[in-house]
Nanobody
Framework: QVQLVESGGGLVQPGGSLRLSCAASGFSLDYYAIGWFRQAPGKEREGVSCISSTEGSTYYADSVKGRFTVSADNAKNTVYLQMNNLKPEDTAVYYC????????????WGNGNNYDYWGQGTQVTVSS
């Protein structure tokens, strides 16, 4: 059974940091990429980042480049999103999702329709 479980969200002040985790089970990160998306109230879902550890590829939205870093520990089957210099506009529910490798490219990673399994989400709130 495929499962994705996010953790690590919370309340942080502007300029602070959080590290989100996405624990995957029922499949191996050797054969799939993992993407991070977020959705704020009243806004559309936005692709944040994606990693294909097998191919050694990472992708980022322009809004988070230089602040967020995605990484994977294949031995633990877990993907991380390190978020630094957080801003109030980063406030959202963050989701991880599984992406078949044939979609894991510059054009495909940001399309949520290409992902086949999603986690339940974790809330990130950036506020003073």
């Amino acid at each position: 059974q495929v499962q994705l479980v996010e953790s690590g969200g919370g309340l942080v002040q502007p300029g602070g940091s959080l590290r989100l985790s996405c624990a995957a089970s029922g499949f191996s990160l050797d054969y799939y990429a993992i993407g991070w998306f977020r959705q704020a109230p009243g806004k559309e879902r936005e692709g944040v980042s994606c990693i294909s550890s097998t191919e050694g590829s990472t992708y980022y939205a322009d809004s988070v480049k230089g602040r967020f870093t995605v990484s994977a520990d294949n031995a633990k089957n877990t993907v991380y999103l390190q978020m630094n210099n957080l801003k109030p506009e980063d406030t959202a529910v963050y989701y991880c999702a599984r992406l078949p490798l044939y979609y894991a490219d510059y054009d495909g990673w940001g399309n949520g329709n290409n992902y086949d399994y999603w986690g339940q989400g974790t809330q990130v709130t950036v506020s003073s």
